[in-house]
């Protein structure tokens, strides 16, 4: 089949789904209104609350939640074929990733920018509070060690096993100081956003071309300590030095990318070289549940609620902005993953589909790594570049947004941490380098695990799982509004059944194996998912429509 059929088709449900649901979700379910202050601006410090135009937000929103995981997981998850992960992709995201994601955001707004575990208090009780936040700990700690000892293997001098990258290593850590300059003179006004837009644009290929030139020579270890390094110093800098103009610049890398790529796709029209449903890959575990948490951030992820709740909420200058960054930043997403499955299966030949995806697991990660840059460079070879540079090129996007991931995530957990030490009264896990600390050791330790691509798998259950207590959180919000619940609460309903039931499967497997680390590890998040469940349902049964919460918000001063 020719590629863009499914893309075709995939891009008519994400407009109708952004044209029309959204809209009812922001105009008739969440009632958006510039008249209510946000808190960016009720509580604008200069650090973490920054009013922020726009786009600026969406290219950080977007930039945060890209990551690795809608390439990853799809690389992956196309052993099944195609059109399952295609599906799926679309499905998940219009109607379930994106209500997700928008929905977190409007509630963090409404609560003073507060993270949606710490929300659960006011919504559900204090006990649900605590047990949210524990999951969203572990859950963060997962990706962003998972993230990092994947970047380092990309970008390692070489590797056994796989392809890596080395070529990416210089301008990746080079686009630092570059953000960290453009952060400087934006906040001091002798820079704009136009000339920030061009001149990233420029330094970052003139870096692609430098790293072909001049590979850096790291091992895998030293790069863990580097990023580990890295992510510390993301985490306690204000978000204006760092974060904002390192997210925008790389959001044009990828606006570029994405370009790119669909270009191929429109102008070339490829051949899908993949079988649209495959079974004969040996291993192959059954398609469900294990697509749904293979797949993960590319059609709903947990992960986003806490950048929704964690960051991106305290930089939303006015209300309505919250449909484009919450709902338009999970299309976006979306489109990420679909390029990322057509480039697994039409951007290689049929003979090289088969021996990649003729057995669950080869390859691990970084095999499926590899099909998507190779996949995506063949594509951009069409448009005359060179296959080495276009390689370069797609794996800087890659480590480039694992980066933006990294960054944000650990700061994320930084909050965590600090929500954490309140509510066990420890007075020193306040202190943000205290806790960014913290939060550098528990993703170093899941960053040199061995767990490998079963640690993906558990990431990903973990993460769909919190997306499903996301949900819970925010049909707790409706139901207690007076307002249609079941929009969160169908789509709550399905993550449940879906990563419960996964979760169930790893925690046996990892019993079969022997896996004490994942046994305890799987076994704490699963007690501590129904815990919250239990709670959610006894308030469920018990709430008699008298315990109305009323919007936290201010409302601007009458002209």
């Keep these: 089949m020719n590629a863009l059929v499914p893309v075709l088709a995939s891009f008519a449900c994400m407009f109708i789904g952004y044209r029309f649901y959204s809209k009812y979700l922001a105009t008739r379910v969440f009632m958006l209104d510039d008249d209510n202050v946000t808190p960016a601006v009720a509580m604008q410090d200069g650090v973490d609350y920054v009013p922020t135009r726009k786009s600026v937000v969406f290219s950080h929103h977007f930039a945060s939640i890209a990551g690795l995981s809608p390439i990853v997981g799809p690389a992956i998850a196309v052993i099944w074929g195609w059109l399952p992960a295609v599906i799926w992709l679309v499905i998940g995201a219009v109607l379930m990733g994106t ?66 990258y080395p070529g990416a290593s210089l301008p990746a850590f080079a686009l630092i100081g570059v953000a960290m300059v453009f952060g400087v003179m934006m906040r001091k006004g002798t820079l704009g956003l136009r000339s920030v837009s061009i001149l990233g644009i420029i330094i970052t290929f003139g870096l692609i071309w430098l790293g072909t030139v001049f590979p850096l020579p790291l091992s895998k270890t030293q790069l863990i300590y580097i990023l580990l390094a890295y992510s510390l110093m993301a985490s306690i800098l204000p978000v204006w030095l760092l ?112 021996a990649h995806y003729s057995e669950w697991g080869r390859g691990g990660l970084y095999g499926g790594i590899s099909i998507f840059v190779t996949g995506g460079a063949n594509f951009i070879t069409e448009l005359g570049i060179p296959f080495e540079a276009a390689a370069t090129f797609v794996a800087l996007l890659i480590v480039s947004f694992a980066l933006t991931t990294l960054d944000t995530g650990t700061r994320l957990l930084r909050y965590n941490v600090e929500e954490l030490g309140a509510t066990f009264h420890l007075p020193g896990f306040q202190n943000r380098f205290v806790s960014s ?123």
């Design 243 to 354: 974060l904002q103009p390192r997210d925008y610049i790389n959001t044009l890398s990828l606006y570029i990318g994405l370009g790119l790529l669909y270009l191929c796709v429109f102008t070339f029209r490829p051949e899908i070289n993949a079988p649209a449903i495959n079974t004969s890959a040996e291993n192959l575990p059954g398609m469900f549940p294990l697509l749904f948490v293979t797949i993960a951030c590319g059609a709903v992820s947990g992960f986003h609620s806490v950048v929704s709740s964690g960051t991106t909420a305290k930089q939303l200058a006015k209300e309505s902005d919250a449909r484009a960054v919450g709902y338009g930043g999970m299309i976006a997403e979306c489109c990420l993953g679909l390029i990322a499955v057509i480039a697994c299966c039409a951007g290689v030949s049929q003979q090289d589909w088969l």
């Design 437 to 559: 600390s913290v939060a550098i050791i528990t993703v170093w330790y899941f960053a040199t695990s061995a767990f490998g691509q079963t640690l993906w798998i558990l990431f990903g259950t973990v993460n769909q799982l919190l997306a499903g207590l996301g949900l819970l959180a925010a049909t707790i919000y409706l139901l207690r509004q007076g307002r249609n619940y079941w929009v969160t609460a169908a789509p709550m309903i399905f993550m449940l059944i879906v990563t419960l039931t996964a979760m169930s499967l790893n925690i046996k497997k990892y019993i079969a194996d022997g896996s004490t680390d994942l046994i305890v590890v799987g076994g704490i998040i699963m007690a501590l998912a129904i815990g919250l469940i239990v709670e959610g349902l006894v308030f469920y049964f018990r709430w008699n429509g008298a315990e109305a919460m009323p919007d936290n918000v201010e409302k601007k001063p009458a002209a």
């Design 99 to 164: 209500v997700h994601d928008f929905a977190a955001l409007v509630v963090s707004i409404r609560n003073k920018g507060r993270s949606i575990g710490d929300i659960c208090e006011q919504l559900i009780g204090k006990r649900a509070r605590i047990l949210f936040l524990l999951i969203i700990f572990i859950a963060l700690a997962l990706a962003m060690g998972s993230f990092t000892a994947i970047v380092a293997n990309l970008l390692q001098e070489s590797a056994a096993n796989f392809q890596s």
